[in-house]
């Protein structure tokens, strides 16, 4: 079984920063994209950043030079620092990962429970 298990969300004043981590752990083959993904109450769920084992992201327009993910393969863990925080980024903040579990398998998708994120003044 595979858990992926998130932290760092919370309450910040519009204009602050948030770090999220979420570490993936289990039987782990592999992990190929890693990826944050939110979702606003109302809302559909939205990509936020995506990053491939090789370290190439890819990010949601609203959050462009304001977000950035990365990632520490050795331990499994997906990062997003977030920067000049907006009340319209409020939402729950959900990790996702593409985990092959032996040489053998394909990728399946796994997700976090999520991690709230609020910014209001």
């Known amino acids: 079984q595979v858990r992926l298990v998130e932290s760092g969300g919370g309450l910040v004043q519009p204009g602050g920063s948030l770090r999220l981590s979420c570490a993936t752990s289990?039987?782990?083959?592999?992990?190929?994209?890693m990826a944050w993904y939110r979702q606003a109450p109302g809302k559909e769920r939205e990509l936020v950043a995506r990053i491939t084992s090789g370290g190439s992201s890819r990010y949601a327009d609203s959050v462009k030079g304001r977000f950035t993910i990365s990632r520490d393969n050795a331990k499994n863990t997906v990062y997003l620092q977030m920067n000049s925080l907006k009340p319209e980024d409020t939402a729950v903040y959900y990790c996702n990962a593409h985990v092959r579990t032996s040489y053998s398998d394909y990728d399946h998708d796994y997700w976090g429970q999520g991690t709230q994120v609020t910014v209001s003044s």
């Open positions: 289990g039987r782990i083959f592999s992990i190929n994209v």
